[in-house]
Structure formats: C-alpha cells, structure tokens
C-alpha cells in the first residue's frame, strides 16, 4: 500500500471514530443537509413520475398529429361570447389544406346522453360523439370488440364503445360485445371495450365513452351547433410550419377575423405539449432546487461551526498526534475526511426520507403517478453533498493542520 493510500485509509479511519463518537451531535449537525435533500429528492419524485406518466399517456398520440379547439380570448369570455368550430370549419379543412388527411371531428355529448342504464343499473359517465379515425389519431385501442368503422359513421349507426370503468359501474357479467344499454331514452348496442389507460391529472380515462360523431348529431338534434375538436394527421411532419399557417389563414377567414383580431382557436400538437408540461416541471424542479440550496448553505454552515469547535476540543489530540509524527497533510485529510463524511451520511439519510415522503404523497392523494427517483437525481445530491462538505469543511482543517505542536500541547 503506498503512503497516499495508507494516509487517506488512516484518515477516513479516524474521521469514522470521531463521528461514532460524538453520535448525537454528528446527528444533529447533518439536520441541514437532511432537511434540504429530503425536500429537493421529494419534489423532484413526484414531478418525474408525472413527468412519465404524462410522457406514458400521450405517447400513443403521434408527433404528426395536429388539433384545432376553439380558444376564447378572456375579455370575450368576460362578455359572454365563446368562439366554436363548427363542421364548416372541418369542410373547409377537407377540402382547401393541402398536407394532412384523416380529418376528424370530437365533441362532448350535451343532455342526458350521458346517463347510462343496463338491466336496471345506471352510472353517469363523460360521454363522446367522434369520427372513426379518432381511434388512429389519438391511440384509443380496444380490449374487446372493435372501434367505429367508416360505415358505422356514415350510416349513423347505435353503437357504443365504452371504458372499463363503466363496465364495472353497470357491473355488465360476461363479454359486454353484442349486449344492449340504454344512453338516455336510446338503445345503443356494445362493439368494443377500450384497453384500460388509467388515471391522468385525477381524471379517469376508463370512465368515458365514445358513440359515432353523425350518431351523435342526429340525436342532439342539427339546430345546436357543437363545440368541436379537430383532429387530422400531417403527411409531412418537416412540413408541419407550412400546415399550420394554411389552417390559421383559413380558420381566420371563415371566423371573419380582421388583421388586429387575436385568433379564437388554438392548434397544437402532442409534442407542444409535452413540452409546455415539460417547462412546468423543470421551472417546478428549479425553484426548489433553489429552495434547497438555502438549506444546505444553512447546514453547511452549521457543519463548518461544528467543526471548528470541534478543533478546538480536539488541540491536545491534535499536538499529541503531531509530536508522534503526524504531517500537516495528515491532520488536514482527517478533518476533511470528517466533514465530508458528515454531509454524506445526511446526504444519504436525506435521500431515503425524501422517496419515502414522496412514496407517501403519492399513495395519499388519489390519481397521483407513483414517484420516481432518476439516478442524475441520486447522484447530484449526493455530489452536491460532498461538494458542500468540501467547502465547508476546508477552513476548519486548515485551522487544524496549522496548530503549532508545542502550543496545542499547553493547550488546557
């Protein structure tokens, strides 16, 4: 073993006697970098297991994929007037933008077309009126059964898909394909059972269903005009800019709005957002990173004071080591070793209680994603930790290894 690695054995040696030694005080003295990784590691848990599910659920949606929903601006809201797109819009869309295609519409069902019954049970449950290449652009797959096909849609046909959650509600036994309920006062026959997708931002996905867009139509009555989605697919995503400035000149055009008017409709991608969400997150992850490194600049702090008294409790042990040959570099690594010893041990303390409370958020509040600690999460506080024993711990062992050894053995 070479004289470096014996001094830094022997160093580490001794910092881990001393911190055994004084076990409560070592305890006591880590609180700040306990208290600040714990709270940095729990935030960041939770905003990445959100961050995966949302990644999770709008996977299934295409980065070609492009949707039209009507975006009212606030003092039009404050006047009582609400932009829609209307089933011009989707004509229009058809037949003038050159570069998407399956063109499809969505739209909540207003009424009572929400309130289900099978066999004397009832649920209420969010109800949709979609096209048939809803399915293919949203990634809404089945379980059992089949979605919408073009017929389906084009000769308004009574047929239902539903979540899973709803065949629980109406607790539907056997296979729900081909069995017949009731949406308000209409028969509606079972084609498909949807894959169960889970809870997004509280919402339960399985609790919905989806009945052909013209079905839709023709029971609301063509006097009401919906409040529609449009969804369509680029066939060229390197050309998404060009598609987009066609549908906003033509959205503009048909809603009659003049060259200083906001627009009343918003398009937007999956990847759009997944990037909005994305920003939210880490600016969430960042200010409490800023949080904390309040914390542990306090910890750090209270680290350096314990040592420094620690130093000057320890002067006699400090010249007896001297007098039995000990070197400046010697005395200097041990006290080092101590500190970062001391910022790690909390740093690893404050690492367990920070999944563990974010373990608990997630299990207590429902619709929560399960938390995630990524690795870069683990290593910089960790890192982090020993950076801030390193910087605290400096000045303490320089005060150390400079003891002269004939003073620090009068020292009473």
Known sequence: MSNLSATAYESLRAAVNAIRAHGMRSVLTTLGIVIGIASVIAVVAVLQGLTASIDKQLSGLGSNVLSVRADTPLKEQIAGNFAKLTETDVESIRNSVSGVSSVTVSTPLSGNLGLLSYQGRKTTSIAFGVGFSYQELNGVYTDKGRFFSKSDEQYRRRVVVLGKTVVSNLKIKGDPIGQYLQLGQEWFKIIGVLEERGRFFGFD????????????????????????????????????????????????????????????????????????????????TWVAAGVVGVSLLVGGIGIMNIMLVSVTERTREIGILKALGATRAHILWQFLAEAVLLCLLGGVIGLALGYGLALGVTAVIPGIPAATVPLWAIALSLGFSVFVGVLFGILPAIKAANLHPIDALRYE
């Not at 029971?219 to 919906?226: A, D, K, N």
């Not at 400035?245 to 033509?250: D, G, S």
């Not at 999956?270 to 909005?276: G, I, S, V």
Request: no cysteine.
């Open 205 to 284: 996905q399985d609790d919905q269903i989806f009945i052909p867009y013209s079905t839709a139509r023709a029971l609301q009555g063509f006097v009401s005009t919906p409040n529609l989605t449009i969804s369509m697919a680029v066939d060229d995503p390197t050309q998404q800019d060009k598609v987009t400035a066609q549908l906003t000149r033509l959205l503009r055009r048909n809603h009659k709005l003049n060259g200083a008017a906001p627009d009343d409709f918003k398009l937007e991608t999956a990847k759009q957002l997944q990037d909005r969400i994305g920003a939210i997150t880490n600016g969430t």
